[in-house]
Structures are given as structure tokens and as C-alpha cells.
């Protein structure tokens, strides 16, 4: 098992230094999917008790695959925090487009998306001022 933790941390490593900005346009203004990409690191993930075998010799596709076959999440606690509305079809193109890790971690260029938007917002409010009352 160690071996295949070694492995498992090596491969999705190599998944993470290949980041590209263009990931941003998937989740876009899709409000479910933007939910459920943040909902991802809150979500238990477990090591399958069975890791399945690797080959060094399967391409990029087979490896991902490799990797979600190993760790197993409970799709009620995705439920509970973004609900059941095309849950599985937004998952699964999260997933098929290297956003959501199987470590529970995001892609992170869109993480930094998330955080300007954030920024961006923030700056936009009004700060509220308490001034003393003076009679």
C-alpha cells in the first residue's frame, strides 16, 4: 500500500504541474459547478481498500482513471452541500476536465479565479462607517 500512496502522490502530482488557465472556462459562470468545485475540499475522500494495480505504461487518460479508481467519496456529502440538481453530470465533467483532485484539492488557477471574484466583490461593498452620535 505504501508503494501505491507513493505512486498515487507522484501521478497526481504530475496532473497538478500541468495546469492550464483555460480550466477557469469550464467552471465559468455556471453557478452549480462553481458551487460544487468549492464544496470539493470539504468533501471525505478515502483510499480504496484494494488499490488497484498501475502500469507504467498507460497514457495520461488510463493514469487519471488510475487515480479516481483508488479513492472513494461519498456523493451524499456533495448532495448535501450543492443538492442533486445535474449533480453527476457536472461531477463527472469537473472530474473528466482535471479540476476537482482525487486528493480532495482544486485546480489551482481556477482557486485563484474564485479569490479575485472574491476580492473583486469585496471591494465593490460600501464599508459601513459607525460614526458617534453626537446630541
Do not use: C
Not at 485546480?107 to 462607517?129: D, G, N
Request: net charge positive; hydrophobic share 45%.
Amino acid at each position: 500500500m505504501n508503494s501505491t500512496k507513493t505512486t498515487f502522490n507522484r501521478i497526481l502530482s504530475d496532473f497538478k504541474g500541468k495546469e492550464n488557465p483555460e480550466a477557469i472556462l469550464i467552471v465559468g459562470e455556471d453557478p452549480l459547478m462553481v458551487r460544487l468545485t468549492l464544496a470539493w475540499p470539504n468533501v471525505l475522500i478515502v483510499g480504496a481498500e484494494s488499490p488497484a494495480p498501475f502500469s507504467k505504461q498507460w497514457n495520461e487518460v488510463e493514469q487519471w482513471n488510475w487515480l479516481w479508481q483508488n479513492v472513494h467519496f461519498m456523493k451524499k456529502d456533495v448532495h448535501a452541500v450543492v443538492g442533486r440538481t445535474r449533480l453527476d453530470t457536472q461531477l463527472r465533467s469537473l472530474i473528466a476536465n482535471r479540476i476537482l483532485y482525487p486528493d480532495g484539492t482544486v485546480h489551482s488557477y481556477v482557486l485563484r479565479f474564485f479569490r479575485s471574484r472574491v476580492i473583486k466583490l469585496l471591494e465593490k461593498k460600501p464599508v459601513a462607517r459607525r460614526t458617534a452620535g453626537i446630541l
